[in-house]
C-alpha cells in the first residue's frame, strides 16, 4: 500500500461513526484529567461544538459519570473501545460470544432439531443459555495512567498519552477477563507455537469462533506462520481463531489460553473515564520490579482511571497450554 493510499485509508477511518466517537472519547479524557474538578471539564467540554460531546456534559449535571450513563457517553466509549478491540480478549469474547443488556435477569436459550413430525411435548432441546437473577461477581478492570503536567503542553504530547492510555487500558482488560474465566484444564506444551495451537484446539468445547490469548513470543511466532494472515501483535490465523498478544502477567503463565467465545455470555456493563483520587501512586520499571511511592503534587503530575465493568453470565471451559 503506497502512502498515498495510506493517508487516505486514515481519512476515510476517522470519518467513519467509530472514528469520531473514538476522538470525543479521547477529548473527554484529556478535559478530565487536565482539570481539578468537574465544573472546569464541563466549562472545557462545551466549547467543543459536537453533538455527543454536549450531550455528554447536558447528562453530566452533578459529576462526570452522569455523562458516561448517557447515550452520548456510552456511544463515545464504544467507539474507542472499537478502536483498540483487536487487542482486547474482553471486545473479541464479547464480539464472538452472547452479549448480554444489563438489565436482563431471566434468560433461557434451548435449540434442537428434528428430521419429520414428533408428537405434542417430544422434542428434545439443549439449553444453550440458562441463569435466573445472576448471582456472579462483577469484574471491574482498572487502568491508570499518570503524566507529568508538561505533557499536555508538548507538541506531540496527546499522541503520547493516547498510546499509553490504550496500553494500559488493553492490559486490565485482558488481566480481568483472563482471571474471570476460572473454568480451566491444562496440558502440556508441545514445544512449538503451532503445535501448542492445534492442541488446545483439539480438547476445546465446540465453538464458533475461539479467542486465543498468547505470550507476545507465541504471538510472533504464530504471525511467521500464518502466511501474512495476521500481525506480530494478534489477529486472525484461520477463519474462527483471533489470536491476542498480552502480557506475561506473573509466574507460571500458560504459553497461550484458548477460549471458546461462542459458548460465553458476558453482561457488559460499559467504560468509565474518571479523575484518580489517590493523591499518590506506586509506580514501578517493570510489573515485576519494587515499586516507589511517587506523589502526584510534588511531581506536578495528573492521572486518570478507565474502569470497565462486567459480569461472566455464563463461562465454558478455557484451555491452557503449557
Same mark, same amino acid.
Given at each position: 500500500?503506497?502512502? @498515498?493510499?495510506?493517508?487516505? =485509508?486514515?481519512?476515510?477511518?476517522?470519518r467513519s461513526a467509530d472514528g469520531w466517537a473514538q476522538r470525543e472519547f479521547l477529548r473527554v479524557a484529556s478535559?478530565?484529567?487536565?482539570? $481539578?474538578?468537574? @465544573?472546569?471539564?464541563?466549562? #472545557?467540554?462545551?466549547?467543543?461544538?459536537?453533538?455527543?460531546?454536549?450531550?455528554f456534559v447536558k447528562a453530566a449535571t452533578a459529576s462526570t459519570t452522569g455523562g458516561w450513563d448517557s447515550a452520548? %457517553?456510552? @456511544?463515545?466509549?464504544? %467507539?474507542?473501545? #472499537?478502536?483498540?478491540?483487536?487487542?482486547?480478549?474482553?471486545? =473479541?469474547?464479547?464480539?464472538?460470544?452472547?452479549? /448480554?443488556?444489563? &438489565?436482563i435477569q431471566h434468560v433461557l436459550l434451548a435449540s434442537g432439531g428434528f428430521a419429520s413430525n414428533v408428537s405434542e411435548g417430544a422434542p428434545k432441546l439443549v439449553s444453550k443459555l440458562?441463569?435466573?437473577?445472576?448471582?456472579?461477581?462483577?469484574? &471491574? #478492570?482498572? #487502568?491508570? +495512567?499518570?503524566?507529568?503536567?508538561?505533557l499536555e503542553r508538548m507538541i506531540g504530547g496527546d499522541a503520547i498519552f493516547e498510546a499509553e492510555l490504550r496500553t494500559s487500558v488493553l492490559r486490565a482488560m485482558n488481566l480481568?477477563?483472563?482471571?474471570?474465566?476460572?473454568? *480451566? *484444564?491444562?496440558?502440556?506444551? !508441545? %514445544?512449538?507455537?503451532?503445535?501448542?495451537?492445534?492442541?488446545g484446539l483439539a480438547i476445546a468445547p465446540d465453538s464458533d469462533v475461539y479467542v486465543v490469548a498468547a505470550k507476545p513470543s507465541v504471538t510472533r511466532e504464530l504471525a511467521l506462520a500464518s502466511d501474512g494472515r495476521m500481525s506480530i501483535n494478534g489477529g486472525e490465523f484461520t477463519p474462527g481463531v483471533h489470536v491476542v498478544a498480552v502480557e506475561d502477567f506473573g509466574t507460571a503463565v500458560p504459553e497461550l489460553r484458548v477460549i471458546p467465545a461462542s459458548r460465553i455470555a458476558?453482561?457488559?456493563?460499559?467504560?468509565?473515564?474518571?479523575?484518580?483520587?489517590?493523591?499518590?501512586?506506586?509506580?514501578?520499571?517493570?510489573?515485576? $520490579?519494587?515499586? +516507589?511511592q511517587v506523589s502526584l503534587?510534588? !511531581?506536578? $503530575? &495528573?492521572? /486518570?482511571?478507565? @474502569?470497565?465493568?462486567?459480569?461472566?453470565?455464563q463461562g465454558d471451559t478455557v484451555v491452557e497450554v503449557g
Open positions: 500500500m503506497t502512502p @498515498e493510499q495510506l493517508i487516505d =485509508l486514515q481519512a476515510r477511518q476517522d478535559a478530565i484529567g487536565a482539570y $481539578s474538578n468537574d @465544573e472546569a471539564v464541563f466549562k #472545557a467540554l462545551s466549547d467543543l461544538p459536537t453533538n455527543r460531546i454536549l450531550g452520548e %457517553g456510552r @456511544e463515545m466509549a464504544a %467507539g474507542y473501545l #472499537a478502536s483498540i478491540a483487536p487487542g482486547s480478549v474482553l471486545d =473479541l469474547v464479547l464480539a464472538n460470544g452472547r452479549s /448480554i443488556p444489563d &438489565k440458562n441463569f435466573t437473577n445472576l448471582d456472579t461477581d462483577r469484574v &471491574k #478492570a482498572v #487502568a491508570l +495512567t499518570m503524566y507529568t503536567a508538561e480481568a477477563i483472563l482471571q474471570a474465566l476460572t473454568q *480451566t *484444564t491444562n496440558i502440556a506444551s !508441545t %514445544g512449538t507455537a503451532t503445535g501448542d495451537l492445534a492442541a458476558i453482561v457488559d456493563y460499559g467504560l468509565e473515564v474518571r479523575r484518580a483520587s489517590q493523591t499518590s501512586l506506586s509506580v514501578a520499571d517493570s510489573p515485576t $520490579s519494587p515499586a +516507589t503534587f510534588q !511531581t506536578n $503530575s &495528573k492521572a /486518570i482511571a478507565v @474502569e470497565r465493568m462486567f459480569r461472566i453470565a
